[in-house]
């Protein structure tokens, strides 16, 4: 049997701009609150606004004596902050800028308890810094981004050139107005394209800071971002031709239709809490015609063409958008890094939530919000829109942060993540991939494990398997075969129980040795024991298992234990190796030596097994040595580990 209860509390986050002795006197009957045009009439009032603190007087002590010392106060709360570099619609004179600003602004911003991060979405979306409460430690990751030419893209500073191909395609003698629209189409596609791709990416960013304290903030950095992708290449066109022509119609309506993935951006903002900053990277730019239309053209189009002015004003009215309809602010023609600063302090140092029960509006559709003070001595700042997420949508918005951003949210339970190696063929290792989750109290439990396997930020598999158990105390391995190439790789990892909804993920690092880069190389190595326990491997399950342990996890002594590796000669090498292992620590284990073969096949996996009840309770050391016939060593590794006594 199992009994499920709880409540749903919708908040709009209001910023409100008063004097200290208002502030602290507000309550629910000084605000109008409205969602869809429908009046909240119930609706809870409270304060998350440190600054309040300052203007309380002091008060007496109680035996009479001397009032008490006020109490300092933090007026800046603990607030996340996401800087994040759309480097396609930044020109290079804006890429320059904005880290500029941002460097200002973390001087700023990242104070007390505040965190951020650095996000630059390029050829891929890379995570230039994790979330970081050091200033230190942003400024530098703004150095290496600096300095990272796979981080630069020219597609914004070529935008010029662009439009004036589109107005010599008009201007030429022969199918002008043919070659003028096909040449509009196509660049008109590739920005909406490029627009679409950038709109994922940041709905992606801003879902990292999902259950994070408020306030929760992403500062944009952009120049020609716009919601309606490749609108302006309409501007070389009249009304009563595009309505003729198929090809101008289509364009019309894909630039409708480009609004979707921005307003999906702000839909998830709203669903998460989070204020957009759009700063306008290049500042101010008095912008022309790259190229004239000719009179000729202009009489086929029956059109003037004004270009310049309309993408100028469609990315500017973007970014304003983006912000208002999430309660932040737009910064554009070169504001000031102070401004801009003092800007987002005032807004995040005084907050007031409204909430209240949002069973009667429907689920995952955005809601225009309006809230209005009672009072002509408040101002309010506040976001368009919100969104009131379904159980699922809010299922899957975590399961893709914990995707996303694994070293970010606080995990309940712990995931491991293990590769063992098996192989080596045709470049690539052959590895099994062991994702385990601890033994669960539930008398019933249905685990899905999933593991994306990322190299340079991108992802190159992903996997994922279902496992039910109906008893407590079983733990969970989830075991796929995988093949990667020698280099750095992240593993990211999450295990998500459907029946308590708890989710928690785990991101590892590896870097194999390419054995084309000396003579002999040696795999890392992993230590196994067999435990029971609910084992899935290519949809077949078994109840019991070898289990890889972490490093520095106890070894059971009762148990029997395996070490794995791969031994791998150079490319150009030929001819037997032979590999000394050597487990030494409280007890001696002697292990004889290994002649391998390696005339036909470069690699060979090692296993060495110790029976159970063989190793005692203390600190042990395996190492693993590789030579050649003759003595000489090539390679050598360790693992240390250590074994539990009878009371552990």
Known sequence: LVEQTGTRLAQIDVTVI?????????????????????????????????????????????????????????????????????????TLEGRALSIDVARELMAELIVGESRGMILSNAHELAVIQEMSGDPEVLVEGLRRLENDRTQWDFYATNEDQRVAEVARALNESERSLVHGVATARMYQKEERMRAEKSMRRLRLAVNRLAGLDPPRVVVFFGDTLRQNAGAHYMTFFGDALARRDAVLSAMSSDALTATLPFDAVVNEAAAQGVRIYAVQGEGLQARFEPAMVSSLSMSQTQAVPHSSFTRQTHAHNTM???????????????????????????????????????????????MRVIVEPRRDDVKLRVRGRMVFQSESARRTSELLRAFA?????????????????????????????????????????????????????????????????????????????????PGVYEIVAVAHETNSGLIASERIALDWPDPNRSKATISPISLLQPVPGAFLRSGESRPEGSLALEVGELVRGELPSAWVGVVCRGKKERGPLRVERNLTGESVVPLPPVDLDLSEDR??????????????????????????????????DVRQFAVAGPES
């Open 405 to 485: 951003a694994p070293d970010v949210v606080n995990d309940p339970f712990q995931v491991q993540v293990h590769v063992v190696p098996t192989g080596f063929a045709d470049g690539e290792y052959q590895g099994l991939l062991q994702i385990s989750v601890p033994q669960s109290p539930l008398p019933s439990a249905t685990w899905d494990i999933g593991a994306s396997i990322v190299r340079t930020d991108k992802v190159r598999d992903e996997l994922s398997g279902r496992v039910t158990v109906n008893s407590p105390g079983v733990p969970i391995v989830f075991e796929s075969e995988i093949e990667f190439r």
């Open 320 to 366: 304003r958008n983006m912000a208002a309809e999430t309660g932040g602010a737009a910064f554009l023609n070169g504001t000031a890094p102070p401004k801009i600063a003092k800007r987002i302090h005032d807004d995040s140092s005084c907050l007031f939530l409204i909430s209240f029960d949002p069973s009667e509006f429907r689920e995952d559709d955005p």
């Open 18 to 90: 008063a004097a200290p002795e208002v502030l602290a006197e507000l309550t629910a009957d000084d605000f109008k609150v409205k969602v869809n045009m429908t009046k909240i009439k119930e609706f809870r009032l409270d304060r998350a606004c440190p600054a309040l603190d300052l203007a309380q007087p002091p008060t007496e002590a109680e035996d009479g004596g001397p009032a008490p010392e006020p109490r300092s106060a933090n007026v800046t709360p603990r607030a996340s902050y996401l800087f994040y570099f759309d480097q396609p619609h930044l």
């Open 603 to 636: 690699c060979a996996q090692l296993r060495d097994l110790v029976p159970a009840n063989t190793l005692g309770p203390g600190h042990y050391r395996y190492e693993l040595r590789v030579l050649e016939p003759e003595g000489r060593e090539l390679s050598t």
